[in-house]
C-alpha cells in the first residue's frame, strides 16, 4: 500500500502522539503512583513467611540503617533486599523490559537504582553486614530461596 507525502506524514504524527500521550492527567498519574507501596509488598510478604519459617528474628524496614533493607536478621548481621524486576534492572528478566516511551527518562532513572543498589551494598558489606539481594520474578522459585536461605544462615554461627 503506498501512501502519498502527506498521509505519510499525518500517520507518522499520530504514531508519534500516541507513544508520548498518556490516557491520565498529570494529576491523576501521580495519585495513582503515590499508591505504589514501598513496604510490606506482596514479595515481602512471602519473604517474610520463609525466614518465620526458618525461624529467624528479622525487622522489617529498617530507617536507620543505609538503603533501608526490606529485612534484617541482626543475631546473623544479615541484610535482605527484595527486588523489584523492573524497577532494579534484574538483568536477563522478562520483567526488567524498559518501556517503549520516554526511554531515556527510564533508561536514566533504573540505572540509577541500580548504581544506587550497588553503592549501598558495597558500603553496608564494608560495615560488616552479610547482603542478600531475592528477585521478585525468583519467588515462584521458593524451594531453591528457602535452600539459599538456608545456607545462608546454618551452619553459619550466630554474629555475637
Known amino acids: 500500500m503506498m501512501f502519498t507525502r502527506v498521509e505519510s506524514t499525518c500517520l507518522k504524527e499520530s504514531r508519534d502522539k500516541r507513544r508520548t500521550m498518556d490516557v491520565y492527567t498529570k494529576a491523576k498519574r501521580s495519585e495513582i503512583m503515590a499508591r505504589i507501596k514501598g513496604s510490606k509488598t506482596s514479595p515481602e510478604k512471602i519473604v517474610a513467611s520463609m ?7 528479622f525487622r522489617s524496614n529498617v530507617k536507620s540503617l543505609l ?3 526490606d529485612f534484617v536478621i541482626p543475631l546473623y548481621k544479615t541484610i535482605i ?3 523489584g524486576c523492573f ?9 526488567s523490559k524498559l518501556p517503549t516511551t520516554n526511554k531515556a527518562f527510564w533508561r536514566r532513572k533504573i540505572l540509577g ?3 544506587r543498589d550497588m553503592r549501598i551494598a558495597r558500603l ?3 560495615e560488616g553486614w552479610h547482603v542478600i539481594t531475592i ?18 544462615f546454618y551452619p553459619r554461627r ?3
Open 158 to 160: 550466630p554474629m555475637k
Open 135 to 152: 528477585w521478585q520474578c525468583k519467588l515462584g522459585e521458593q524451594r531453591q530461596i528457602m535452600a539459599r536461605l538456608k545456607r545462608a
Open 67 to 69: 538503603g533501608q533493607p
Open 81 to 83: 533486599f527484595v527486588h
Open 113 to 115: 537504582n541500580k548504581q
Open 124 to 126: 553496608l558489606r564494608k
Open 51 to 57: 525466614l518465620r519459617k526458618l525461624k529467624l528474628k
Open 87 to 95: 524497577w532494579h534492572n534484574h538483568r536477563n528478566c522478562k520483567r
